[in-house]
């Protein structure tokens, strides 16, 4: 079957005005984004919806920090936690399984290793005996002075 395609057909100009009037609004819209107003209009709408998003989420923290209850950050932390639990317990596992082989190497730290050791109490010489003046003074300073009241 051919489609034979008359000059009054409906169909056929409906097409055609479809297809004029997307060509049209193509350009138009194509000329307007291509201006500066509109991409100032474009960015600074954008950054309004990001400053909304960000101050609603603000409140969400809050609003769940004041109910006592995590926040997607909490969440992500202990995500993370319970990740790393669960790769030592597999690395745990898969040694056990090869018959307790030698355990994998730890992480290396940041720190510098401590070498040097701190002088031992047996190297410091002994401290010189108080003389019994010093005690008497210092005892006189520890203990205030009791005076007695007489009984009623």
């Known amino acids: 079957m051919t489609q034979s395609s008359s000059p009054l057909d409906p169909m056929a100009i409906w097409r055609e005005l479809t297809a004029q009037w997307e060509k049209s609004t193509n350009a138009f819209a194509n000329e307007a984004m291509a201006s500066d107003p509109f991409r100032q209009g474009m960015h600074g709408g954008m950054n ?16 769940l920090t004041m109910l006592n209850l995590p926040t997607r950050a909490d ?44 002088p031992s109490m047996a190297a410091a010489p002994p401290a010189p005996a108080p003389s019994p003046a010093k005690k008497a003074a210092a005892k006189a300073s520890k203990s205030p002075a009791r005076t007695r009241r007489p009984r009623p």
């Open 75 to 118: 969440l992500q932390a202990l995500s993370e936690q319970l990740q790393h639990i669960d790769d030592h317990l597999a690395r745990i596992s898969r040694q056990l399984e090869d018959g307790g082989a030698a355990p994998a190497p730890a992480p290396q730290s940041s720190a510098p290793k401590r070498t040097k050791q701190p």
């Open 48 to 63: 309004a919806s990001l400053g909304a998003q960000k101050a609603l989420g603000d409140l969400m923290a809050r609003l």
